[in-house]
């Protein structure tokens, strides 16, 4: 098993992440050898991303595997890491696929399947972004929000995966990058990941976006995904709901990107995803590799819910790797696949 | 000359300032004695809210005539100060009251036409808190953006001022606090003053107010202004265009507050009110009292406006002290006063 992603590597059976807390000053790579420090790293979000979460559990249950765990000792990790993030049903989905849904496998067979999981999620991005960037022409200014891209996926990414492939297309664009409060993987991930691309963008707050919008400045919104209901309806990173609500008051396209593994088909509407609810203190200042500062008084209640839901109505075109669905056919849940 | 407010005092022809870049963990007070000292505290929002600004530099020139200033002197002073920020009107209104629109003074007059502008700010406050309590009720979950307490005016503030009549007059209510990125006001000041207050509050990103009006938590917002236009748009804290338009999407009255002082009759339009640009680095990080952190790419080009507008057909009602006047009554340009 020799993988390597933007953000994991899997080499000779052992699984190294890249701390995504610790970006962009210092890229630091971790070895993951225990169940343990698997589970927190998705909890401290050092892996993170809906779709890379579930290939890097999938991934960590395959070393398990190869070390000989035992069958028991393995379902009993994945119902683990199941339910170490609550909303993103990617983890779900690879928890499921791998073991708990499954006939029991070999140890080969696991291996087989997590590498699987890995090379699908590459093969989604492609699909994903080369749907997406159709809708994107030159001149266009992209607001995007939370990170997406090669830090998120096995592969090039989601949304930002879309408007880095309008960018290797020569499409002349500009993104305004939402910093993403409270944990600024805006600030920190995607302007990382633009520098890194050369793709011109601005780092912008999260409450600066509709004045850019007012301005003619932002002509379209791109989006992850953390669970999609069968009604259209999704989770995101916080804030989502937001910029959708600022791109239908100014008539702007919305477009949410996500690959197929973030349906969940058993999840009739958007009320019923569960929302992770994160501690009060990442709302009272901002910790990370760069520092901690507290600036609110130290006793303030917070409220830090790790995502929100937008609902289909908000949505232009949901593009998934499997195709584009507007807002109508979402309705009748033309994006589940059968 | 004996004035006192929550954050600037003048005794003996002495002026203080509290320090609020260094709230909420500090409460220092800087002597201010040269005018470089004045300008770079109202630039460094070490003084600020619009109201706040105009009285403290009126109560400045005052202690320089005092001192035996020249008029010449104290012109070339009001012209400097005048230009110090560009957005808020009340520190051009209180220039051009003191000296720049108005016969010379004596030393004397200036000294209790600056004592004026303090007392009649503080009068201005209890009239437009007493009209805007009116549009509270119990059980309001309320949005606020920014700071607009006693740290932005000589009274009770505008529209935390509004909030808080109603907190005194029983109402049982809970304050959704905007943390106001980049300069965290409201994570800082108005979380500060609510403490102080035993006001019930919690902080808030300021991505994260609509989904708490999707969910029914907030039923209406009160904001502060930093110029009314003749048209009734007006110009506030970034990130209020933003409020506007999701109280706007979630069918929630939507109400700034200010004095009549804030009013610029001579800007015909939101879009002629001209917008200061901050420097980038605010927006890579965060900066005060508490510390400096830098979270993004060193590099990152960031956009930093101070103020957005909003515009007259996002309102509810505006609230002044000489009366409340809905949409309709802006655009005929009622809010001006003869």
Redesign the interface.
Known sequence: MNLHSLAIKCVDFELFLLDQTKL?HQEIWEKITTLPQMIAAIKELKVRGAPLIGVSAALFLAVMAKEGASFETLKKAAQELFQARPTAVNLMWAMDRMILKSVPKTSAELIKEAEMIFHEDVRLCLAMTKHGADFIHDGDGILTHCNTGGLATAGIGTALGVIRKAHEQGKKIHV?V?????L?QG??LT??EC?KLKIP????????????M?AGKIHKAFVGADRVAANGDFANK??T??VA??C??HGLPFYPVAPYSTIDPQCASGKLIPIEMREENE????K?S????????K???????AF??TPATLITSFIFDHGVFNQAQLRMGAHLKS
């Open positions: 962009p305004y939402d910093e993403t409060r409270p600024l600030g920190r302007a990382f520098e963008y601005t780092l912008i707050c999260d409450n600066m976006a509709a004045v850019l007012a916080i804030g709901y937001n609500v600022l239908h008051y709302v009272r200042g901002a990370g760069f520092g901690e500062v507290v600036w609110a008084p006793n303030a209640r917070g409220f830090n819910p929100d839901v």
